[in-house]
């Protein structure tokens, strides 16, 4: 089973890839969502049409779906690769220039690489650095997020390369913005052997704020074959309306009403969101999680923050981990919450399960990724009455 598991899984990873640079097939038809209004995360398995997700064909058109409403209402439009695109390698620095409609920038991520193992090097995209313990082996990709989308404060709208090419006035939040750059720096490694990086080997990481982006990142660029955000919060692996709910009972937790005075992560488009009710979203975070699949995803936590809704990403990933379920993959997909500790501070409890997932998916080694631990006790399950009150399809 394991082996029959990673066959469908690099199986899917060569058609998602694909799929992301043509056309998207004749899928349902999104109908007009302006009554939409729900308080239990959307059904993962059912179209916003009504029909029913059975298969990997209807998936596929239902990732679809949510990548669209996401982009549209949430993230802001992923724009597609640029103009044209020049590459160099020199000193360990993977220098990118990229001309868009007459515009150009240039960015510059530095590789560390490892001091053991064989190239070409299976690597670690680090958003705004790495917060967990550099992995044996493994290269290190070092990526100024900041220089391509700013993120000091809600008045950083519109700052920073991305914006250079495609107006401050652009849809995209920051967290697009830098998994477009990202998106950019697998097809550099592509373009680039001599930079020594397994492109089919790749996963993506970070901590808090940049743990959002590695989310994003992880979502939207099939090619990453493994994602890791770490205590990520709201904007991240968290629910928006499970946040809203544990805010209603007195818990200080960061909510889409928040995050929008906060700082620029979001388009302007989802302010009418946040503002009014998420409950009129017609996707929340379990959505956005669900779009890694299924590839692998280890989603790490700390209790130790209110703010950070360690119960709202709880309820949020086991739902996204229905459709690794569905896919007869589940243990692709692993959840861990760790008692307090110093924020992005990694313990050493979560060492051998994140060892496990570097093993599996950055080396090809069969480990046990069937992880699903929290020390909060908490206790959720799908179907969920209240949450998540839908059954999982078997897709194989």
């Not at 308080?39 to 596929?60: I, M, S």
């Not at 900041?146 to 920073?160: H, L, P, Y």
């Amino acid at each position: 089973m394991v082996s029959f598991s990673r066959h469908c899984l690099f199986a899917f990873l060569l058609a998602a890839a694909a799929d992301a640079l043509q056309a998207p097939r004749a899928c349902p038809a999104i109908p007009s969502l302006t009554s939409f209004n729900d308080t239990a995360l959307p059904d993962l398995f059912t179209f916003l049409n009504g029909r029913k997700v059975t298969t990997l064909a209807d998936w596929a058109c239902k990732r679809e779906e949510i990548s669209t409403l996401m982009q549209r209402d949430e993230l802001g439009a992923l724009p597609g690769r640029p103009d044209s695109m020049n590459v160099s390698f020199a000193g360990n620095t993977l220098t990118i220039g990229v001309i868009q409609g007459g515009k150009n920038i240039t960015f510059a991520p530095t590789i560390t690489y490892p001091t053991t193992g064989t190239a070409p090097f299976p690597a670690l995209i680090g958003m705004g650095g790495v917060s967990i313990p550099a992995p044996s082996g493994v290269a290190i990709i070092q990526f100024n997020n900041e220089q391509m989308a700013a993120q000091d404060t809600a008045a950083s709208r519109g700052q920073g390369l991305f914006f250079d090419l495609y107006g401050s006035d652009a849809s995209a939040g920051a967290m697009i913005a830098w998994a477009w750059a990202v998106r950019l720096i697998m097809d550099a490694l592509e373009k680039t052997p001599e930079a020594n990086i397994n492109t089919g080997r790749v996963g993506v990481t970070g901590c808090s704020r940049n743990g959002k982006g590695a989310l994003v990142a992880g979502a939207f660029e099939p090619r990453l074959v493994l994602t890791i955000p770490q205590e990520s919060g709201s904007g991240g692996t968290d629910s928006w309306r499970i946040s809203d709910f544990i805010l209603s009972t007195g818990v200080s937790t960061q909510t889409a009403s928040e995050i929008v005075q906060e700082n620029v992560w979001l388009s302007p488009n989802f302010d009418q969101f946040a503002n009014t009710s998420v409950n009129k979203l017609p996707f929340d975070h379990h959505s956005l999680a669900a779009l890694v699949a299924p590839r692998g995803m280890f989603a790490i936590d700390n209790l130790g923050y209110d703010w950070l809704g360690p119960f709202s990403s709880y309820g949020a990933m086991i739902s996204a981990r229905t459709v690794w379920t569905a896919m007869g993959v589940s243990d692709f997909m692993g959840v861990s919450q760790a008692a307090n500790h110093t924020h992005c501070v990694f313990p050493s409890t979560q060492q051998p399960q994140l060892d496990a997932f570097i093993q599996k998916f950055l080396f090809d080694e069969q480990t046990d990724t069937d992880i699903v631990e929290t020390a909060g006790n908490y206790t959720f399950e799908v179907p969920d009455a209240q949450w998540a009150p839908w059954s999982v399809p078997n897709f194989v």
